[in-house]
DNA sequence: GTAGAATTCAAACGCCCGTTTGAATTCGGA
DNA sequence: TCCGAATTCAAACGGGCGTTTGAATTCTAC
């Protein structure tokens, strides 16, 4: 038996084991990217990590386990980057509540800043964000949910002050939209490379990509609410 | 050697093989969307579908084929529909241009009737396609890619002639914008269910969610876009 | 310098995968 | 009725999977 492994608990944290830690930490959010959590496989990643195949399940116990070492080394810093923003903009608003954009740009500002650090990831850890928002797989969704209520249940205060003509269940739904943009454009496999007119003329630049979508968003959240009297005539076919 | 297999064109499409086929697509769709392409094993797929675990290769071909099978039997009608839809409006409309409302609903319609209609998949397919639009495996965003090019560009015509002020990059964003959302929305994962507190007043009702959904999305589009001279201040610190 | 813990390593375990095979069966038209 | 094509079937093929093992090695504190 082997000299008995650490508790699941400790952190050993030397030098060494943080080294093969982070380059299996670095190689797995490429892969899971790159293929998913499912098709990626322990094999392939450990030898683009360069380290020995058992030393994910020596490290982090599981591959489930990496892969929610992977989400958690990159969303703790930004939620909680994106917590602080707000937290600013309220005191600097004072008495006022901060505008619906000031709001908007405290969330979307962390997720840029990642985007362009390609330190922290950059934009695969984006993409790699935006597939596991679409995975039903139980232990991902139960993660992603813990990853998030806290500041989720923050900006949704923040914007019920900014928009108070919307009903909560207006501005939930409106929130639910948001994020689907915004996952969806960060994630940025290009959508269907239906849209490839834009990198054509225009380098696909994330500064630029969130000044066009924060108008959207905001426009968005600032349209009155359907009155119940107009329908979609159409549905119903006719 | 078996009697040979079907030429890879030919359709033999008589009942009973058209009865498994079926019986593979159903399951497949509901199998792909709960678990992914990659983590769908054809031996309970074909154990759920109650034929023989060779029957999908031999109707299909691979795995990979039966996934784009699965696909293309709601995706051809659903876009199909979309443009008739639009072509009605336009007639309709006659020498003025349909507004954005009007050319939204004949997006966002068809893809609403086919999740009210458990006979052509209801809300498992749309869920399925939410999951495809994520993934980047290249044999799914080359097929999704084919499968979308033509209603994607009718419309963005449409869209131009609508929305005048934009500029092709611009609409080529916001419809981008506008897929996001839709498709985050329908693929309705319940998001991470940080959004929970809808459902647990509101029945989940894919009518009433385009209610909500459109005035958010129609209000994006025509939102001016951006100048150039404001710019997100945030980004580089301060 | 040495004991003991932490880490790395090659090898193996048991299992499931997508696909192919060739015989058995069913089907449809002459 | 019967023949050939279409379909179903059980079995096997080769290979990759996540994980575990126990010895070898490296590190660290005394």
Redesign the pocket.
């Known amino acids: 038996?082997?000299?008995?492994?650490?508790a699941r608990k400790?952190v050993?944290?030397?030098?060494?084991?943080a080294?093969?830690k982070t380059r299996i930490l670095d190689a797995a959010e490429s892969q899971f990217m790159e293929h998913g959590f499912e098709a990626?496989?322990?094999?392939?990643l450990t030898s683009a990590a360069g380290?020995?195949?058992?030393?994910?399940?020596?490290?982090f116990g599981?591959?489930?386990e990496l892969f929610q070492a992977v989400l958690t080394r990159r969303l703790d810093p930004m939620n909680q980057e994106r917590i602080e923003l707000l937290e600013r903009m309220e005191r600097e608003a004072g008495e006022r509540a901060p505008s619906v954009e000031k709001i908007l740009f405290a969330m979307l500002v962390p997720a840029l800043r990642l985007a362009r650090d390609e330190r922290r990831g950059g934009k695969n850890f984006l993409r790699l964000l935006g597939r596991a928002y679409a995975d039903p797989a139980p232990f991902i969704r139960n993660f992603l949910s813990a990853q998030y209520a806290g500041m989720i249940a923050r900006y949704k205060e923040a914007f019920h002050l900014a928009l108070p003509q919307l009903t909560r269940q207006e501005l939930t739904w409106r929130l639910h939209f948001v994020m689907g943009a915004l996952s969806y454009t960060l994630a940025g496999t290009d959508a269907l490379k239906l849209f490839a007119q834009v990198t054509a003329f225009e380098k696909y630049d994330d500064e630029l990509l969130l000044q066009r979508l924060a108008p959207f968003l905001v426009a968005g959240l600032r349209a009155p609410p359907l009155a119940d009297s107009r329908k979609l005539e159409l549905v119903s076919g006719g």
């Not at 038996?1 to 650490?6: C, H, Q, Y």
């Not at 050993?12 to 084991?17: E, I, K, L, T, V």
């Not at 990626?40 to 392939?44: D, K």
């Open positions: 038996m082997p000299a008995s492994r650490p400790s050993p944290q030397d030098a060494a084991s080294d093969t990626t496989s322990l094999r392939g380290v020995n195949l058992a030393a994910v399940n020596y490290h599981s591959k489930e």
